[in-house]
């Protein structure tokens, strides 16, 4: 049982480099999101998505984009890596439950170093 | 502006006896609230959560008291065990507002030792 699954698992990158970070779920959820964690920090929503198809931007989404083109998968990616992109990065992903909330499942991040 | 905060960055506690995490929020539209449980190098993991319609919520050890009047929420796990040392997230949602999209505001976390 896989749940949500990231990769990479690590990756270091030079300043101006681009890459996907991918992200897989089996459990048929329709909500996939990506977060940021930073030392000291909470997690922050970067982007979101409701559905195939759809993106939506969270609280930190610059520097930052997405796609959903199966359900399944929801993938981030970084353009032009920027050193201030250094963190641990979280997919999760959560059913729409009509008459009650489904809380949100996670992966175990993928750790991200921009030399 | 931080919406939901966790002002305690640790807390150790001796195995058996109760451990407490607290959260404050600040946005009164908050209608749902979570907590998540993180070890190092894995993902959160969901614990327990409370709707504002209710005032406690209990899973086996764990209970989950919300005071809506004071913004206030708090975690009380009992008997604490040396494996509940973790990383304890705080997270609050606009779940009934029509937002579609369940996303979560986080604290910054309150590490927890249990001490054996």
């Known amino acids: 049982n896989a749940g949500v699954t990231q990769t990479p698992k690590f990756r270091v990158l030079k300043t101006g480099q681009s890459m996907t970070l991918l992200c897989a779920q089996d459990?048929?959820?329709?909500?996939m999101y990506w977060y940021r964690q930073d030392p000291g920090m909470g997690l922050r929503l970067i982007h979101y998505s409701v559905g195939e198809g759809t993106t939506a931007k969270g609280e930190v989404p610059d520097g930052y984009n997405v796609s959903r083109l199966k359900k399944q998968n929801f993938l981030l990616g970084l353009e032009s890596a920027a050193p201030s992109q250094t963190s641990v990065y979280f997919c999760?992903?959560?059913?729409?439950?009509?008459?009650?909330?489904?809380?949100?499942?996670f992966g175990d991040g993928t750790r991200l170093s921009i030399l | 502006d931080q919406q939901v905060k966790q002002n305690s960055p640790s807390l150790s506690v001796q195995e058996g006896r109760i451990s407490i995490l607290n959260c404050d929020y600040t946005n009164s539209m908050f209608d749902y609230f979570l907590w998540y449980k993180k070890y190092p190098a894995e993902g959160p993991t969901f614990l327990i959560s409370i709707s504002s319609i209710k005032d406690k919520n209990e899973d086996g050890r764990f209970t989950v008291f919300l005071n809506k009047s004071a913004k206030h929420l708090s975690l009380h796990i009992v008997p604490s065990q040396p494996g509940d040392s973790a990383v304890y997230f705080c997270?609050?949602?606009?779940?009934?507002?029509?937002?579609?999209?369940?996303?979560?505001?986080f604290g910054k976390g309150t590490k927890l030792s249990v001490i054996p």
């Open positions: 997270a609050a949602s606009f779940a009934y507002s029509g937002a579609g999209s369940y996303q979560l505001t």
């Open positions: 999760a992903s959560s059913s729409a439950g009509l008459l009650s909330f489904r809380p949100q499942h």
């Open positions: 459990m048929n959820h329709e909500y």
